[in-house]
């Protein structure tokens, strides 16, 4: 039997609980649910300049780019290919856009399967390449970001550690 998929690229917010009884909802054949949610972080870990070194940058929002359609279809592909590659019952991905705040979820990643480790898998192997694969590009804007030309933020690169992380799979 296929996984169920269902993929969403939206700008409004999502409820993580009401995601989770999404997955389980008239599920009664998968014994296992793993979720992962990411939220905006109120800092950035990257070092933006040599005398910046070891210092945290505050961001009080972080604005998420994409190219529709072709989200939507990376996001699509993916779940497909971990419903491949593991027993799954359902797969829930949802991705945010826009000006999202501290705190605020961005993306939000379910799988259901018979058994705990096809489900722990298959999220974290979702995650991993949507990190790399999915077209979104993110900037990063601090407190007061927009007042002067220096402020205005910066685009988040990628990060060789979420590469890395394509490689056990």
Not at 6 to 17: K, L
Not at 28 to 47: E, H, L, Q
Request: aromatic fraction near 10%.
């Amino acid at each position: 039997m296929a996984a169920e998929i269902f993929v969403s690229v939206q700008a409004e917010g999502f409820d993580p609980g009401a995601e989770y009884n999404r997955l389980r909802s008239g599920n009664y054949s998968d014994g296992a649910t793993a979720m992962f949610v990411g939220n905006v972080r109120d800092f950035s870990p990257d070092k933006a300049s040599p005398e910046e070194s070891g210092r945290k940058k505050r961001v009080s929002v972080l604005e998420l780019e994409h190219y529709p359609g072709m989200a939507e279809s990376a996001l699509t592909d993916i779940a497909r290919e971990a419903a491949v590659r593991w027993s799954l019952g359902r797969v829930r991905v949802i991705h945010r856009y826009g000006a999202l705040n501290a705190g605020d979820e961005i993306v939000f990643v379910g799988t259901s399967s018979a058994h705990r480790q096809a489900a722990l898998d298959a999220c974290a192997f979702i995650m991993d390449y949507l990190k790399s694969r999915a077209p979104f590009w993110k900037k990063e804007l601090g407190e007061g970001s927009g007042q002067n030309e220096r402020d205005k933020g910066h685009w988040v690169e990628a990060r060789d550690s979420d590469e890395q992380a394509l490689k056990k799979w």
